[in-house]
């Protein structure tokens, strides 16, 4: 009965130990979504912004860019996928893997090849255990991405689609990542950056008898849409990254969070369970002290008589 009661004691000790450690993560992780999420805050005008820069282009000029005209056959595309560089946060990366998976199958069900590119170790390690081929990948800044981290992964994107498919270039460009809603919800989506539809992101029509604004392009349109379109795709990109990063935050503190409530419990549990050893091991050294007296008490009346 002791060396159960023990068994008891060491498992509480381990699992107080776990608490300590998953609690201690879940303060961690709450501290760096608010500041996760300020990010998002604040990058989100300026993603704005340029998108309608890009837009009043597009539809204030007849230029025919490569990163605004719609292919006429489109058959290779780039898949992006955000996912981290760390796990213990629940269904996160899963969940972004899984809708990158369902993006790709509807292109390649449209005829199209899809090159996959991947920021977070998480994400490349699904695709290498499972040989699949992943043009280029990146690691090492998913909890805190910075700008500079945003444009080192546009620039082979924004390569690829400038090239033709037949030089290795691709028309396409789609991005699947961890939209931050709320501390409570995240919600893995995809999205195609380029070519941009000026027909989703246009602003709002002029009213009644108001004259649309006209524009006037220095040194060009084309050349404003190659300074600007590089500086859109970033733009989103890091959106994303931030997105991505506050949402496995969140992520994070919701798993830690679980973890701990569940340490609690099985404490409470296994607590119970050395109590009712405790009392059995008593109630049973009472007992042999019970009977040993009362043999005694015999052998003393016998030696009596």
Do not use: C
């Amino acid at each position: 009965m002791g060396a159960q009661l023990r068994v008891y004691k060491r498992r509480i000790k381990s699992v107080t130990a776990t608490k300590k450690i998953t609690k201690a993560m879940e303060m961690i992780a709450a501290s760096r979504v608010v500041k996760a999420q300020r990010k998002v805050t604040a990058s989100t005008p300026y993603a704005t912004e340029l998108t309608r820069a890009v837009t009043a282009v597009g539809t204030g000029s007849n230029t025919k860019h490569p990163l605004t005209t719609e292919p006429e056959t489109a058959t290779r595309s780039a898949v992006l996928l955000l996912t981290s560089d760390r796990g213990l946060a629940g269904a996160f990366n899963s969940n972004a893997i899984k809708a990158a998976e369902q993006l790709t199958a509807r292109l390649e069900a449209e005829g199209k090849e899809v090159d996959t590119y991947i920021v977070g170790r998480r994400g490349l390690s699904h695709y290498n255990f499972r040989e699949r081929k992943v043009v280029e990948s990146w690691s090492g800044f998913t909890d805190e991405p910075t700008y500079a981290d945003a444009k080192k992964v546009a620039a082979p994107l924004i390569e690829a689609i400038e090239k033709e498919t037949a030089e290795g270039g691709v028309d396409e460009l789609h991005i699947v990542y961890t939209e931050f809603i709320s501390m409570m919800t995240q919600t893995a989506i995809d999205g195609r950056l380029l070519p941009l539809s000026l027909e989703e992101v246009a602003e709002e029509k002029p009213a009644k008898g108001e004259i649309p604004p006209l524009y006037d392009f220095e040194p060009s349109a084309e050349d404003v849409l190659d300074a600007l379109l590089p500086r859109y795709v970033e733009s989103r990109i890091y959106n994303a990254m931030l997105q991505s990063a506050a949402s496995k935050h969140a992520a994070t503190r919701r798993a830690m969070k679980s973890a701990t409530d569940n340490a609690g419990d099985l404490i409470n549990s296994l607590s119970r369970l050395a109590n009712a050893a405790r009392q059995a091991e008593i109630t049973q050294e009472i007992s042999e002290i019970v009977g040993g007296t009362a043999a005694l008490a015999d052998a003393t009346a016998g030696s009596d008589k």
